[in-house]
């Protein structure tokens, strides 16, 4: 089975703060996502990759971070947390595209159980 | 925004009664997928459908697609009370390149009594 471990599942900071989330997938998954997820919004995607070393800003990156030093490694920062990044955190991996996964170049994504970080 | 939009955002159900969600979305799309939330934790995929099928099962689920429409429909027969969960669609557009991008709706929670 796909496993996706995220370092902790609740977690509370102060404003200030710097904040390390991390998350380990053990498929050999090329592509890593960070997602928020709110009441009323949905999850919002922060930050993804593709590849070690390579990253790229989703829908809502401002006051975040993330580094892939390893393939089954992938860490959200935040700098200095603020209230307004208090949320629950998921992060997912999927196969990659143009690689043959079942459906082809666009595979499901696999979800670790997230993390609710509370800023104060 | 979000591409994908559920309806209705809550059902409540009995335990045995089908239950049916629907997704609209708004651009072209490569394939559309169907997630499930219990409370507080990950996601989980149920789903997949591609833009060029219509309908599609996978035990008691059923997923129907109108790429004319642009909407799909997920369909739990029999439910039961651990069928309790968000539920979410999400849609990979055509042209967003290879980087395997989703973009997830708001989700329907179901409720199912026992």
């Known amino acids: 089975d796909v496993k996706v471990t995220q370092s902790s599942r609740y977690l509370v900071k102060r404003t200030g703060e710097k904040v390390f989330l991390e998350c380990v997938q053990d498929m050999d998954h090329e592509n890593m996502f960070w997602y928020r997820q709110d009441p009323g919004l949905g999850l919002r995607l922060i930050y993804f990759?593709?590849?070690?070393?390579?990253?790229e800003k989703g829908d809502i990156p401002e006051g975040y971070s993330v580094s892939r030093e390893k393939k089954e490694r992938f860490s959200l920062i935040l700098e200095s947390a603020s209230t307004n990044q208090t949320s629950m955190y998921l992060c997912a991996s999927s196969l990659g595209a143009g690689l043959a996964g079942r459906y082809g170049p666009y595979n499901e994504q696999f979800f670790g159980p997230g993390t609710r970080l509370t800023v104060l | 925004s979000q591409q994908g939009e559920e309806d209705p955002q809550a059902l409540s159900i009995q335990e045995g009664e089908n239950a049916t969600m629907n997704c609209s979305y708004k651009?072209?799309?490569?394939?559309l997928q169907w997630y499930r939330q219990n409370s507080g934790r990950g996601l989980v995929h149920l789903i997949l459908i591609r833009s060029n099928e219509r309908e599609k099962h996978s035990g008691r689920l059923r997923v129907t697609l109108d790429t004319s429409k642009k909407s799909s429909s997920l369909l739990i027969t029999a439910s039961r009370a651990a069928d309790t969960a968000s539920y979410f669609c999400?849609?990979?557009?055509?042209?967003?390149?290879?980087?395997?991008?989703?973009?997830f709706g708001q989700g329907t929670t179901l409720q199912v009594k026992p």
């Open positions: 999400a849609t990979y557009s055509k042209g967003s390149g290879n980087t395997g991008k989703l973009i």
């Open positions: 990759s593709y590849d070690v070393k390579m990253k």
């Open positions: 651009t072209s799309i490569n394939n």
